[in-house]
Every structure is written in C-alpha cells, then in structure tokens.
C-alpha cells in the first residue's frame, strides 16, 4: 500500500558499516547490480499548513501521482502534536512574535492524524531538518516522529545526536531499498545535533542535521576601509591590512557579520557562502553509509537563502528575480552529495520554485516551493507575492542505472485557487494559464544552470539529451 515502507532508522546499520561495504555498495551502485530495477521518485516541498481530506478533483490529481510513484517524499515542516496532551514547550528560537525575540509564539503545530493523510496521498518519506524543526525541542520531534511511524512514514534529519540526526532513514517498496539522508541550512543555533565527547565529559545533544555556511560580505577596499572602522569603534584590535573581520551585530553572542575584503583585480563584491568542511564530510558519509544499507540514496536539504539577498525578498511584492537565486553553498553541498553517490538532490524551504540542474547525470532541484500551503492570507495580514502560491511535483524516472525522465508538475495554493479555508492550502493542479506561467518560470530559472525544460502540455520535462 502507499506509504507502507521500513521506518526503522537504520542506526546499527551505520554503526556497523565498514570502509569495505561501503566501497561494494557504491561499486555495485556504479555497476548496476542495484539497479536491476525500475522504481520513480515523487518529490514535493513543504508541508507548512495543516492538511486536511480532499474531494476536489485537482487535488486528488496531484495524489495520483504521489501514489503512483515508488517512494514520495516531502519535507515534514512543523510538528504533528496535539497542544492539549502536550507535555514539551515552545523553544524561545521558533519566531519573533508581538514581543519580539523569544516572545509567546509556539511555532508550527500539526492534528498528529495529518500524518495519515500524507501516507494516503502516497507519501512514504519524509524530512525532518528544517527552520521549525526544533520549535517544541527534543519532545515535538519525537512526537512527530511516533505521528510519522504510525503512518508508515520513514524518516530522518532529527534525533537524539548528530549521528542520529545525520544517518538516513529507510524505506521499502517494491522490493527497493531507499536510504534519505536529510539536512537544513536554514535553522536556529540551537538546534544543532552533537555526538557525546567522552573525552570532554560531554554528553550527546539532540538535535538536527544542520549544514553550516555563514554568509560573508565581499567588499572592495575602499567599503572595507569602513568595516575596519566599526571593528575599532566596538573595541576590536584589526591590524591595518586585516582583510577578515568579524562584527558583532546583536545582543546575544551568535548575532556576528562576516566581512571580507575581494583581492584587487580577481574578485567581485558580492554575497560568499563558506560552507563548514566537516559538515560536507559528514554528508558525504552519511551518503555512503546509506547506500551500504539500501538500494539507492537520495539528499535533501532546508534552505531559504537567495545567494545575495536575505530570506525575506521572498516576501517582497514584486518579487525580486535575485530571490530566485540559490546560495552557492546549497549546490556545493548538493553536488557534493551526488558525488557520493546520491541519486537526486532536493532543495526544500524556499516559497516559490527555482530552477533545475543535472549533475553527472542526476537532478538538483533547487526550490520545490511548498506542499501544503495556507499561511498568505490573513494569518500573516498581508498578501504575499502570488509567486509563493506557485510549486510544483517533481518525478523523477530511474532503470538501468540511468535517469529515463524528469517530469515537472506545477501545482498552484490559496491565492490562485480561490478555495475556502482551509482548502486553499492544498496543493492543485495548475489550470493551463497558469501551469504555463509557472513551467515559463522554471525554463528562465534551470537555463542559467545548463537545463532545458520542454513543456508538453502542461507539464515540463527536462530534455536529457541536452545534459
């Protein structure tokens, strides 16, 4: 049945999986032997509203495709509890509220029976890393974890320490093994997984698979001269050639800004991503090590960030094309996991689709835009860019070792249905017009990026044999 697949994690596995296995499995992941089979891969994005049962036949079209896939993934972004039985506590990193920082906001709160309704749609894998992943700590991820596993919904990206929060979660289909290893660039500090250090007396902290890339400014000298400047008026001591300098900007110790100066002649002022190396090791590993346990492997990560604006240009009505940009670090980090053997990379968390690349073969999908979707009219009291009512369904085709299809399916929300509450935060099948303007989207967005996008219909394809 959809949905039905291993959700146990997998730790002994990883634990036990040694430098031979690892190399036989990627060897036969290589060579075929794990690919004897024909299997799909359904991607969405985030399930960021409340979902609730749908009879709306455009609703129930964007299922049968979730259903008629080998494994559906989604990224679970909000916790399945119920506040009534609640025991845990809203963590004072989960939004700003009317107090500001740290004031009475709970987060994101799901009917734990939405997890049901998901594995009816078809979904049978999940993350769990992303920027509200942590609102309700350590006890709303294991809520959403007991709420995913009743449903037959494998999943990874959380958990009791890194090594937890890092190692894929399984799950069968079809005789298919498929290992996700999930991840967030966008999160609060702290919600970051660490292994215990015995050596330290340190014991493990819960948490999520956090991939660290700060931001740093890359300025000409002439700007730079100024951030020297400021770094003196806080009481810094910078030497006169200093060409790296660290701000504080905030109140408490985690609030800094990066500045560096660009060599003369070489180097652009722009946005820098420097994404942290153990982080990318650890990725890679964790690559590997699924795919010791399991058939295939696939990466996800959480992140917002254009690569030269801040997250919310995504708010900002027009919508600015930079917004449409990823930062660099999310294809390092995607490509890095391809490299190791993954066989998709999905990007979650930005609200409204980006574009589409094919590296060595296997597809980087930079921003699906959201799954389950509602927050734009009334809640947040403003109306939201109609591009973050745009998403859309990815389907990806696999035999004999190859990609065979890359189908796009643009889904459209809230704004564009003109569904009540809280209908409108399902996901429906885009009308023509509109499929059209979001397929339009995604060929401007995937061109940059060395993809072409054919649009039969209405529904786009990436041409393979451009790549």
Known sequence: MPGSGDVRRGTASRASAS?????????????GTAWAKTWTLTAGGDAV?????????????????????????????????????????PMSENGPGSEGYGGPVGGFAFDPAMGKLLAGAGFNIASQANNHAWNFGIAG??????????ANISFAGAGHNLTEARGAGFAERNGLRLGLVASTGTHQPESLAMDAAPAKNYKARPGINVV?????????????????KVAHLQGQTVAANAT???????????EWGRFRQAKPGTEAPRIDWDLNTSDRTGIQDAVKQALAAADTAIFSIHSHEPAAVLDNAESIVPFPAAA???????????????????????????????GIEMYRGRPIFYGLGSLVFGWGIGSANYTPPVEQDDSFLARVAYADGRVTEVALYPLVHTQLTKAPVPEDAMPKMAPTAQAQRILGILQRLSRPLGTNIVIRGDVGYVDLGAV
Do not use: C, K
């Not at 991820?141 to 009743?150: D, G, I, K, P, S």
């Open 324 to 354: 449409s940009v990823p930062a660099s670090y999310i294809g390092e980090i995607s490509r890095a996991a391809i490299d190791a053997g993954a066989d998709a990379a999905v990007v979650t968390g930005p609200r409204a689709p980006r």
């Open 49 to 89: 509203t409340q979902m609730v049962a749908s009879s709306d036949p455009a609703t129930q079209a964007v299922w049968d495709i979730s259903r008629n896939s080998t494994f559906s993934f989604f990224n679970m972004e909000g916790q399945l509890l119920d506040l009534n039985s609640f025991t845990g506590y």
């Open 19 to 31: 430098a031979l296995s690892i190399l036989l499995a990627l060897s036969s992941h290589v060579f």
């Open 244 to 254: 790296d300098i660290t701000l504080q900007v905030g109140q408490t110790f985690f």
């Open 212 to 228: 660290r890339a700060p931001h740093v400014t890359v300025l000409d000298e002439a700007d730079f001269a100024v951030i020297r």
């Open 141 to 150: 991820v294991e809520a959403t974890q007991n709420a995913l596993r009743a």
